[in-house]
């Protein structure tokens, strides 16, 4: 079987069974009695095997394989999940997604993850439980000993996790020992004969130069036991004291804490257990301890799994919508013909057409559509992680995931939000000991909302934390030349606070130590206007900050009041429409040289757009009675005079393409039933 | 022998141009198009090319030639040059030729009415055909646009 065609779908559904796999998992961390989430796991990552295992992607499968045994005795509830099976999971869905990006690449899904198969199967065995359990009666041991790297301390976990005996050894030579270093080695040569050393103090060089002092320690796994190993150490000549810790889990999790505190655990214990009783496990020869580097990799989002959907290439979607304003033209033409035509078999097959491409139309200029929380469900791991690795509390709130963006918004959206999301983590919210001495709750909060407005799709990221300072943003605006002096004075807090988007702001930023806000965000802010959109932030000094990302529905659809001005026809989004109705000419006012209008007890100003647009072929000031449309922005209204109403329809959003961007009062323009295009009015733009 | 170039042949007035034929997306009849209000002058308005909106730029108008009344022969040659896709009305179209890189020339200091920047240089066309080469990212200048509506304003 030919396989590169079915790549493309691997890549999007394995992405997508990650993605959910992550989801889930996440929940089942808030919810763990909850066997249904397990249920759900267990099918995405079955799926992900019979796939990977299907393309030949036979590492992917074999850690699928893995985790599904774990996950296999969860549902079947006879192991309940713990903070270490999760942690095994996740570490499982990050090798996975590196692995399926290592394919992405154009690799071959390649890695080596017998640590985390290692760990698995311990849990499937239970192993890691009785490596767990003596723990408990052997006490608390001297959690002396050496400092470990999150590596080491990964692997020793793992070992013990798997059965194997982690000892904490330490040795001395006898005082006039003569060639240390000879010594030292056999030592060591003995030991690896029977295990493994993951980490030794002084370091291997520093003992084969002989810099250290008579005591050397170290890590060791092994599967012999502490007697044997004594016996073996003792072997060595000139060796006068050989002490062997058995570490469990307990005392390596205080191993990776701070040093003083293990220092004040140690004595407090003292020498208590040094004859600990460990059972002796029988394991497989040690192998493949070597550390993995799992990198995290974000993968793109997709669609979330539903089962009722199926893919379809974006460049068809794009014709067919082509082809089906083609066909709207030739109808309306056909519409025209059978009137002339007057006959009514001719005219009834015409209506029905009529009805039947009106419907088809709407579900065409649905099919793009995608709730924007395709992207938004990676973020939840995200904060989860980056917040973990910052050592701060975060909360991410998440409102408005169902609202829906045109897919190429969607697919070209994430980037941009995780950089905010993740300046969001890191400069926005304190750090725990700040937000409790600033008199907020140590965990921080980011709200991120997605809503529509008018022809416009909000993202907003909005947190509680430490807030811009305006002065801080302004010193370094004038360092880097950005504004003058005289300018910085005149500037409101909303242009400062948009300062950090200037390009320049952020390559400065480097040298001077304002809170490192501004990294980036020039590109952030390129990005977003590329697609159309504005990214503008607001802030309070010591509340927080509100990055507020305006997206245009590009090829979305909106409800639209059609309206005429002469022989030109426009669109005014219905969304920032009040009311239509008419006025006497009577009724304008005049106050300042301004037109002004009663509008139920208030005076609002009213606009001739066809003297704003030069419409060549009409003008209002002419008609005795004409018709308004009242639109708002925010409380603010105001009077639109047109020709006459066409009516109310869904319109497709196109761009006027970037040629004609920043047109005033023009969002935009869409194509007409006869084929005709017809701008989109932003009444935001007539309201000052 | 140089390279060959291969370019779409149109009038303007006296002249006759060429622009390559990579840039040349489809050559379509004079339709009508929508207005659009506060753009510069020289932008016609928009049309629905087959579901994509797209702007007009009247060549003439933008080189400051006079206008003219639109004839049969009168073509629109939707173009894409850098981000930009626009489509230019010219008096006719009608021609694919190929030229040998060697035979153009630098564009000269001062040629008829039209800034020398607009042009890529000037191709001699056998013996009595001049042809001149349009530099469509100048003609397209965004910056450039900007500074004429400020003039207008």
Do not use: W
Not at chain 1, 74 to 98: A, G, T, Y
Not at chain 1, 301 to 309: F, H, K
Not at chain 1, 630 to 651: H, N, P, S, T
Not at chain 2, 58 to 67: A, I, P, T
Request: charged residues 25%.
């Amino acid at each position: 079987m030919e396989l590169s065609q079915y790549l493309s779908m691997f890549i999007d559904e394995s992405k997508e069974h990650l993605q959910s796999l992550n989801e889930n998992l996440l929940n089942l961390e808030s919810n763990p009695q909850d066997i249904s989430i397990v249920h759900n796991i267990f099918r995405s990552a079955h799926t992900l095997k019979g796939m990977s295992a299907t393309m030949g992607f036979e590492d992917i499968a074999a850690l699928t394989h893995e985790m599904e045994n774990v996950l296999d005795l969860v549902r079947n509830s006879k192991i309940e999940m713990n903070p270490f099976i999760f942690d095994c999971i996740f570490k499982s869905l990050d090798s996975l997604e590196s692995m399926v990006e290592d394919i992405i690449q154009g690799g071959t899904g390649k890695a080596d993850v017998s640590p985390i198969v290692v760990a698995l199967r311990s849990i499937v065995t239970g192993d890691y439980k009785t490596a767990q359990a003596p723990a408990v009666t052997a006490a608390k041991e001297p959690a002396k000993g050496i400092e470990v790297d999150e590596f080491q301390f990964s692997i020793l976990q793992q070992s013990i996790d798997s059965g194997f005996l982690v000892f904490y050894i330490e040795v001395s030579v006898n005082e006039n020992c003569v060639l240390k270093a000879a010594r030292a080695y056999m030592v060591f040569d003995a030991l690896e004969r029977m295990g493994e050393i993951v980490k030794a103090t002084p370091s291997v060089q520093e003992i084969e130069q002989e810099k250290f002092d008579r005591s050397f320690s170290l890590y060791f796994i092994s599967m012999v036991d502490q007697a044997t190993l004594e016996k073996e150490i003792l072997n060595v000549s000139e060796i006068q004291s050989a002490v062997i810790i058995t570490v469990d889990s307990e005392s390596l999790a205080e191993l990776s804490r701070p040093r003083t505190e293990v220092e004040a655990a140690r004595q407090e214990i003292a020498a208590a257990v040094a004859e600990a009783i460990t059972p002796v496990v029988s394991v497989e020869a040690i192998h493949n301890v070597e550390p993995v580097a799992t990198a995290v990799k974000l993968v793109a989002g997709g669609a979330p799994v539903a089962s009722r959907t199926i893919r379809v290439d974006i460049e068809r979607l794009d014709a067919l919508m082509n082809l089906f304003s083609e066909l709207l033209i030739d109808r309306v033409r056909l519409e025209q013909l059978a009137s002339e035509v007057k006959r009514n078999d001719l005219t009834e097959t015409v209506e029905h057409m009529s009805r039947v491409s009106s419907d088809l139309q709407n579900i065409v200029l649905k099919l793009r559509m995608v709730p924007v929380d395709s992207v938004f469900n990676r973020f939840p791991r995200m904060i989860r992680d980056l917040a973990k690795s910052l050592d701060k509390k975060v909360d991410l709130v998440i409102t408005g995931a169902e609202t829906e963006l045109d897919r190429t918004v969607i697919d070209e959206i994430g980037d941009p939000l995780v950089h905010l999301l993740r300046n969001a983590v890191d400069h926005g919210i304190e750090s725990i000991s700040d937000r409790l001495a600033a008199g907020k709750s140590e965990q921080g909060t980011i709200q991120l909302r997605a809503f529509h407005s008018g022809n416009h799709v909000f993202i907003e990221i909005e947190e509680d934390g430490r807030g811009i300072y305006r002065e801080k943003v302004l010193k370094t605006a004038l360092k880097n030349g950005l504004v003058t002096a005289e300018q910085a004075a005149k500037l409101s807090d909303l242009e400062v606070y948009n300062l950090l988007f200037a390009s320049g702001f952020s390559t400065a930023e480097k040298i001077s130590d304002i809170s490192g806000r501004g990294v980036g965000l020039d590109v952030v802010k390129t990005k977003i206007q590329m697609l159309g959109g504005h990214v503008q932030v607001d802030s309070k000094p010591g509340f927080g900050s509100k990055f507020s990302v305006q997206l245009p529905l590009t090829l979305s659809i909106i409800s639209a009041m059609l309206v005429r001005l002469g022989s030109e026809k426009y669109a005014i989004p219905l969304s920032s429409i009040v009311e239509t109705s008419a006025i006497q000419k009577q009724q304008i006012r005049n106050i300042h040289g301004n037109k002004m209008v009663e509008y139920r007890n208030t005076v609002i100003p009213l606009v001739s757009l066809s003297t704003l647009f030069n419409v060549p072929d009409f003008n209002e000031d002419l008609e005795e009675e004409t018709e308004i449309v009242v639109v708002r922005k925010g409380d603010k209204q105001v009077a639109l005079m047109v020709d006459e109403f066409i009516g109310q329809q869904e319109i497709v959003l196109k761009t006027l393409g970037k040629y004609l961007s920043g047109l005033f009062a023009i969002s935009g323009a869409t194509i007409l039933g006869d084929g005709q295009v017809a701008l989109i009015i932003d009444p935001n733009a007539l309201i000052k | 022998m140089g390279e060959e170039k291969k370019v779409i042949v149109f009038a303007l007035g006296t002249e006759e141009y060429g622009v390559e034929v990579e840039k040349v997306r489809t050559i379509e009849r004079m339709q009508p198009m929508t207005r659009v209000p506060k753009a510069p002058a020289f932008i016609k308005g928009v049309i629905n090319l087959r579901g994509v909106v797209i702007p007009i730029i009247d060549l003439r108008s933008r080189f400051g030639l006079e206008e003219l009344v639109n004839s049969d022969a009168t073509r629109i040659i939707i173009v894409s040059a850098g981000d930009f896709e626009v489509g230019l009305i010219v008096d006719s179209a009608n021609d694919v030729i190929d030229l040998d890189t060697d035979n153009i020339d630098n564009p000269p200091e001062i040629v008829g009415g039209i800034k020398a920047k607009y042009l890529d240089g000037i191709a001699r066309v056998g013996e009595q055909r001049l042809l001149v080469l349009l530099n469509l990212e100048q003609v397209l200048d965004r910056n450039e646009i900007q500074q004429l509506e400020r003039v207008e304003e």
